[in-house]
């Protein structure tokens, strides 16, 4: 009798401890979050983004009427070499100012994907290799770039010159426009200030809250009958992979999910492309940009220009390309800086595998998730899709453009 | 913009790898957080506690885990007396464990210290 009671005994010991360690190694409840994952998620929260950043070097960065001007050059196609590409061409509104394609398609076929600019008043750095360093400079670029827009200075000098609306709106900004149209000095003050203008429109492009975020507003708010229904179980699994085991927030943080600079992550080059070198071939050439933050053309002279003067480069910046937000992520496919990619699954096998890199190295490691937790993952991203917390009066072409 | 998590750094006076120096740091920024370009002083002085003047600082970082640099090229840019000297460009971009390594060359000697930082 002995022998029976005994292995009664070591079975129900093992029936506890196996018991107790399932008990400790079951994943925590979708809503439990320890202190440290609480001010993680307070951190990408749209609440805690702050107001957008002064841009010392654009004087009417903030003025309503240089917005409005703005508005009108994005979205008007005659500032370009054929009449049909604005701004807006690839920047479009109901596609949260990106445009649904691989690489941009101007007045040719280009070698970049579209950034949405929704936020991008935020970064130091415009352009995936972040060559540009103001967003009044970034927005001259594509304006003379030939496979852009493909005009130069002189033609959208004389477009502005010659319509009296442009005419009007544009000296109540910034004084007269005079008879300049042969002058290039005067002629180029003309295009930065279209710059400046433009710039002025997109500051005003900031993101709404997601269902993320309200997820987040109800945990501070310690509304837990309110948050458990916000984000379903796979949806707050995959925001615990996004902000722990799959490391995405290593740079993906803050409240747009960028940190605005520049990472390898061994995305391959577009087919039939080679790899482009990214930010460590970019420094150089914003440094010698007239238009840069140091330059006679910011409204500044006394700026710090931080960003610009402590800029770096070095062999870990080969290849690298700056991160996107990932605010309306799945509503804004393709992605990477060629387009290479079609969806948030390609994406996130990409890192979970981190293969090595065709030009310099891979940032990132291999995180062996399950395709349980993939597919969380994804169901995650899914929640950051939100419209934009602009008034809608600005989402469209101003109705009095001829 | 955002506050560091779990701060913990180690900023008080260290000695130098050949401990030719006592090295400490502040940073203009407190708490440190990530996305913000800032200022540190830099202290130097000798073991017995002088402060040391007219040398030459540079500083370098990287995340040992990632095997990425800091984003920007931090410069020793001015000497502000007492054996501080500012160093201005600094910035972290994630949060987790950071190395700083701090070089100091004075007549033609040099030494270093390297300070972890966990954002």
Known sequence: MQFPRKIGAILAITILLVGAAL??????APGAWTEAEIELLRSLWIGSLPPVPADPGNAVADDARAARLGQRLFFDTRLSANGEVACATCHQPERLF????????????????????????????????????????????????????????????EILAADEQ????????????????????????????????????????????????????????????????????????????????????????????????????????????????????????????????????SDDPDANCAELRFARTGDDLIGAHKTPSLRNVALTAPYMHAGQMNSLVEIIEQYDRAPLALVGHNEANPLNLSRNERKQLEAFLHTLSSPLATSPEWLAAPTAVR | MLAAVGLAQEHGAKSSDKEMFLISYESGLQPISINRIHNWVVHVETSDGSPVAGATITLIGG?????????????????????????????????????????????????????????
């Open chain 1, 166 to 297: 442009y005419r009007t709106e544009y000296e109540a900004v910034f004084g007269a426009l005079g008879g300049m149209t042969d002058h290039e000095p005067a002629i180029t003050q003309v295009f930065v200030n279209m710059g400046k203008a433009i710039a002025a429109y997109e500051r005003l492009l900031i993101p709404a809250d997601s269902r993320f975020d309200r997820y987040v507003q109800a945990l501070l708010a310690d509304d837990e009958r309110q948050f458990d229904s916000i984000l379903s179980d796979d949806e707050a699994a995959g925001l615990r992979l996004f902000i722990g085991d799959a490391q995405c927030i290593n740079c993906h943080n803050g409240p747009l999910f960028t940190n605005n600079e520049f990472h390898n992550t061994a995305v391959l080059p577009a087919r039939g492309k080679l790899p482009s070198m990214g930010r460590v071939a970019a420094v150089r050439e914003t440094r010698a940009d007239p238009f840069n933050c140091l330059g006679r053309f």
């Open chain 2, 63 to 119: 995340m040992p885990d990632h095997d990425h640099g800091l984003p920007t090229l931090p410069l020793a840019t001015r000497y502000l007396g007492d054996g501080d000297y500012l160093v201005e460009g600094m910035k972290f971009h994630m949060n987790g464990w950071w190395q700083i390594t701090i070089s100091i060359t004075v007549a033609g000697s040099s030494d270093s210290v390297t300070f972890d930082l966990q954002l």
């Open chain 1, 23 to 28: 008990w400790f190694m079951r994943p925590p």
């Open chain 1, 98 to 157: 990106t445009d649904g394609l691989d690489v941009a398609q101007g007045i040719a076929r280009g070698e970049r994907h579209t950034m949405s600019i929704v936020g991008a008043a935020y970064s130091p750095w415009m352009f995936w290799d972040g060559r540009k360093d103001s967003l009044w400079s970034q927005a001259l670029g594509p304006l003379e770039n030939p496979i852009e827009h493909g005009g130069n200075r002189k033609q959208y000098a």
